[in-house]
Nanobody, 124 residues
Framework: QEQLVESGGGLVQAGGSLRLSCAAS????????MGWFRQAPGKERTFVAA????????YYADSVKGRFTISRDNAKNTVYLQMNSLKPEDTAVYYC?????????????????WGQGTQVTVSS
């Protein structure tokens, strides 16, 4: 069973950057595809990015493509989300999640494990 802990959130000005981390506690981290989702106040949780178990495949929401980069370090049991050129509309709680496959990677219902979330606030 995977336990996920996000970190790296905070307050940043528009145009700035943040790097989120998600540390997993399980011993089979590379067996899991990982995703990042976000939830803005009063809105549904939405897909941001996903990465395959060995990192060879990545997927992004159109709204973050070209600005965000997902990566992972399986030796450290950690997945990252590098966020550049941040906009106020990126303000949300960001969650990482794990699942064993990447079929329908944007469907949050298919993820088995979730972290507690980290707040990202982008000021204008």
């Amino acid at each position: 069973q995977e336990q996920l802990v996000e970190s790296g959130g905070g307050l940043v000005q528009a145009g700035g950057s943040l790097r989120l981390s998600c540390a997993a506690s399980g011993r089979t981290f590379s067996n899991y595809a990982m995703g990042w989702f976000r939830q803005a106040p009063g809105k549904e949780r939405t897909f941001v990015a996903a990465i395959s178990g060995r990192g060879g495949s990545t997927y992004y929401a159109d709204s973050v493509k070209g600005r965000f980069t997902i990566s992972r370090d399986n030796a450290k049991n950690t997945v990252y989300l590098q966020m550049n050129s941040l906009k106020p509309e990126d303000t949300a709680v960001y969650y990482c999640a794990a699942r064993t496959t990447l079929y329908n990677y944007a469907d949050m219902r298919l993820y088995d494990y979730w972290g507690q979330g980290t707040q990202v606030t982008v000021s204008s």
